[in-house]
């Protein structure tokens, strides 16, 4: 993992689209602006592979998106596919299970000296809350499901996970400092919350613990995405 020299690369700007050549022009315009690109399922499925090596030409680091949940085999195949695609950061879903996520680790370990990617676990995702579990059977406050699958995760090699912000600083006294925390559900007080349940500023989420926040539609719906990016860089710093 590269250091994080100054606030706006904590940002991983969210390209939920499948418009490849709006993906490109915001990827290129924002260069400078965010840390780099978060591609997920939607983009990935409507351009596969060759999209996302569109929008990476631009130089600007990726998290790979696609939330890979499968048998430990497949998992560990999909993560040495992805490793073409020379991703910072790819991501399982930590309710896959130990044997899962080391495998996955593991695959990730195959990478070329000096590329491997960072592995993170999905832990609730931001968009449910306590009776969302419950519908599914899992009896527990999200805050203790997170804190349950995030030592699950770190115990099973990975790098970190991703949680809501509301969760950074229970698990920061629960893995430690030397596990990353990725935190999506970010929103600027002038933004909506729009489909996000568990949310808090860019500016809350680092003095909070986060290592990178993952910011979309504040960003990519603003009117000028680089002053948008600017405006939350500048509450960062």
């Given at each position: 993992?590269?250091?994080?020299?100054?606030a706006?690369?904590?940002?991983?700007?969210?390209l939920?689209?499948?418009?490849?050549?709006?993906a490109?022009?915001?990827?290129?315009g924002?260069k400078?602006s965010?840390?780099g690109?978060?591609?997920?399922?939607?983009f990935?499925?409507?351009n596969?592979?060759?999209?996302?090596?569109?929008v990476t030409?631009?130089?600007?680091p990726?998290?790979?998106?696609?939330?890979y949940?499968?048998?430990p085999?497949t998992?560990?195949?999909?993560?040495?596919?992805?490793l073409s695609?020379?991703p910072?950061?790819?991501?399982?879903?930590?309710g896959?299970?130990r044997?899962?996520?080391q495998?996955a680790?593991s695959?990730?370990?195959?990478a070329?000296p000096?590329?491997?990617?960072g592995?993170?676990g999905v832990?609730?995702?931001t968009?449910?809350?306590r009776?969302?579990?419950?519908?599914?059977g899992?009896d527990e406050e999200?805050?203790e499901?997170?804190?349950?699958?995030?030592?699950?995760?770190?115990?099973?090699?990975?790098?970190?996970v991703?949680?809501?912000?509301?969760?950074?600083?229970a698990?920061?006294?629960?893995?430690?400092?030397d596990?990353?925390l990725?935190?999506?559900?970010i929103?600027?007080?002038?933004?909506s919350?729009?489909?996000?349940?568990?949310?808090v500023?860019?500016?809350?989420?680092?003095?909070?613990?986060?290592d990178y926040?993952?910011?979309g539609?504040?960003?990519?719906?603003?009117s000028?995405?680089?002053?948008a990016?600017r405006?939350?860089?500048?509450e960062?710093?």
């Amino acid at each position: 993992m590269v250091g994080i020299e100054h606030a706006w690369q904590r940002i991983f700007v969210a390209l939920d689209t499948t418009d490849v050549g709006r993906a490109v022009e915001l990827a290129h315009g924002l260069k400078g602006s965010v840390g780099g690109v978060k591609l997920g399922k939607e983009f990935f499925t409507a351009n596969g592979p060759e999209g996302v090596h569109r929008v990476t030409e631009c130089g600007m680091p990726l998290f790979l998106d696609l939330k890979y949940h499968d048998i430990p085999n497949t998992v560990a195949g999909a993560i040495r596919a992805a490793l073409s695609l020379n991703p910072f950061l790819v991501n399982v879903h930590a309710g896959g299970g130990r044997r899962m996520m080391q495998a996955a680790a593991s695959a990730a370990d195959e990478a070329e000296p000096g590329t491997r990617p960072g592995v993170i676990g999905v832990t609730v995702l931001t968009s449910m809350a306590r009776e969302d579990l419950v519908e599914v059977g899992i009896d527990e406050e999200p805050l203790e499901h997170v804190l349950r699958l995030g030592r699950l995760a770190k115990s099973s090699g990975l790098d970190g996970v991703v949680c809501s912000a509301k969760e950074v600083v229970a698990l920061r006294g629960s893995v430690g400092r030397d596990f990353l925390l990725v935190v999506p559900g970010i929103r600027p007080q002038w933004a909506s919350a729009d489909d996000q349940r568990r949310v808090v500023t860019p500016k809350d989420a680092v003095d909070l613990g986060a290592d990178y926040l993952v910011i979309g539609r504040p960003i990519t719906g603003h009117s000028d995405p680089v002053e948008a990016a600017r405006l939350i860089a500048e509450e960062l710093a």
